[in-house]
């Protein structure tokens, strides 16, 4: 079981790029799977979230510049990232979101996470 | 959005120490708490979930514990391979990170 991103590189400001997270042991479209990010010296940012079943979720930040989407065929995961700003400079990570079934209630929490790839913005 | 505030930010520690790192949530969130290990290069490593949950394959040395707004990730016996940056994470509500613990020799 795991997840390899793709697709990273230096970008100009105001540019695009598509990260890719390929898949193997388990399908990305049986469970949830998530973009988070590290700026340099920061910490970690969940950027997006395709559900299994397929809808999707952003925070502010990256809301109406970034899209998550799969490919089922490919079982792949993917991150169209639109209209880039210097601080999107980041190590990308794509990680899949797992649960456990404690006392009756669901607890969720990220168990596999690829190794990253960096996206540098910058003129 | 629940705020995740760890402490201390950074500790020197040496092998063989216990280390105890904590995370403090900004309001209750039962156990849905989740630490992570990271080093440069890898993608971040669950740890412990639900707070107190050691996740398979993780060594025993390392253990959780909290409930409501606190809780506590301890690592007895730090071993080389410890020294790793340790995050926290809520799964509450719309899911939140802390800001990081750096151990360092």
């Known amino acids: 079981v795991q997840v390899v991103e793709s697709g990273g590189g230096v970008v100009q400001p105001g540019g695009s790029l598509r990260l890719s997270c390929a898949a193997s042991?388990?399908?990305?479209?049986?469970?949830?799977m998530r973009w988070v990010r590290q700026a340099p010296g920061k910490g970690l940012e969940l950027i997006s979230l395709?559900?299994?079943?397929?809808?999707?979720k952003y925070p502010d930040s990256v809301k109406g510049r970034f899209t998550i989407s799969r490919d089922s065929s490919k079982n792949t995961v993917y991150l169209q990232m639109n209209s880039l700003r210097a601080d999107d400079t980041a190590i990308y990570y794509c990680?899949?979101?797992?649960?456990?079934?404690?006392?009756?209630?669901?607890?969720?929490?990220?168990?596999?996470w690829g190794k990253g790839t960096t996206v540098t913005v910058s003129s | 959005e629940i705020q995740m505030t760890q402490s201390p930010s950074s500790l020197s520690a040496s092998v063989g120490d216990r280390v105890t790192i904590t995370c403090r949530a900004s309001e209750k969130i039962s156990t849905y708490l989740n630490w992570y290990q990271w080093k440069p290069g890898k993608g971040p490593n669950l740890l412990v979930y639900a707070a107190s949950h050691l996740q398979s394959g993780v060594p025993s040395r390392f253990s959780g514990s909290g409930y409501g707004t606190e809780f506590t990730l301890t690592i007895a016996n730090l071993q080389p391979e410890d020294f790793a940056t340790y995050f926290c994470q809520q799964s509450f509500k719309t899911w939140t990170f802390g800001q990081g613990t750096k151990v360092e020799v």
């Open positions: 395709i559900y299994s079943g397929g809808a999707t």
């Open positions: 990680a899949r979101d797992a649960c456990s079934l404690l006392t009756g209630q669901d607890y969720c929490y990220m168990d596999v």
């Open positions: 042991g388990f399908s990305v479209t049986s469970t949830n």
